[in-house]
């Protein structure tokens, strides 16, 4: 038999070595997914029986509490173990006042998630952009968002979930000195123990468009450029999670997710605290609008970008996708 001499080059490192089959590539894989990192948002709406797909995110539903309940209960034992709610409320008006109601789509949905969902952790987002009949995210005089009376309405509205039974609270608002307000009011009234996940670092982002329509929340004029970051920095994004640290939170953010991987895997490093992202609803609609076209293999871009997210630092994520993924892990 003749042999054939391959001609060998003089290597001494050959990294292919480490990746000729499955057993050696996941015998060095240094990031892993697991479905335990995963918090699934919700849009919690009024009504019963209701499940409304949102038409610039398919598969992602405005669902009534009960509904909802249905949902999370599904995540659940798909293997998510933390669900984010957002509410859509009956009425709006100026204050945003829906915002702290006991009996609102968000406090109803905490307690029943609580009641029928075993060991589900209940996140809650707190904005007033849901409740304010303008969009904006706080209380407007004239053309600008007010501050400090925004931060007393929050930090009612963060007492509001607590009360209702929300292991977490999430303000998303960008307003300064939120963080300090919730965990005062929280702590006096003996919530000691509901945690604060902060978005720390939220851009002024484009990506954010298809959650306005979930969410019935873009602002009727203007912008949110005010409070939240200029996409230009990064040295911004450190002492927002600074401040936000200091004032007591628990867990901070960065959002949106893969444009901003750098402030990510920055704030990881620098802080090395418990830090979440958020892979929002327009990086989800370009996956899913481009996968519907058959541009792209959607498990496959879905599971890259989720350990893209977690090789740059993120403990956990909230993505639309949690309950997909976790199927597939
Ligand atoms: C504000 C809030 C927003 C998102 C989460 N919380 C919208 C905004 O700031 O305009 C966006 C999430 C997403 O795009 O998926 N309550």
Known sequence: MPVTTTPTLALTRRPRRLRRNEAIRSLVRETRLTPDCFIYPLFVCPGRGVRREIGSMP????LSVDEAVKEAAAAKADGVPAVILFGLPDQKDLVGSAAADPDAPVQSAVRALKREVRDLLVITDVCMCEYTSHGHCGIVEGDEIVNDVTVEHLAQAALSHAVAGADIVAPSDMMD???AAIRSILDDRGFDQTAIMSYAAKYC???YGPFREAADSAPQFGDRRSHQMDPANVDEALREVEIDLAEGADIVMVKPALPYLDVLAKIKERFGQPTATYHVSGEYAM????AQRGWIDEPRVMMETLIAIKRAGADMII??????AARLL
């Open 319 to 324: 993505t639309y996708f949690a309950r997909d």
């Open 205 to 207: 982002s484009g990506f």
């Open 177 to 179: 000195g939120r963080v």
């Open 59 to 62: 598969g992602v539903f405005q």
């Open 287 to 290: 996956l899913k609008a481009a």
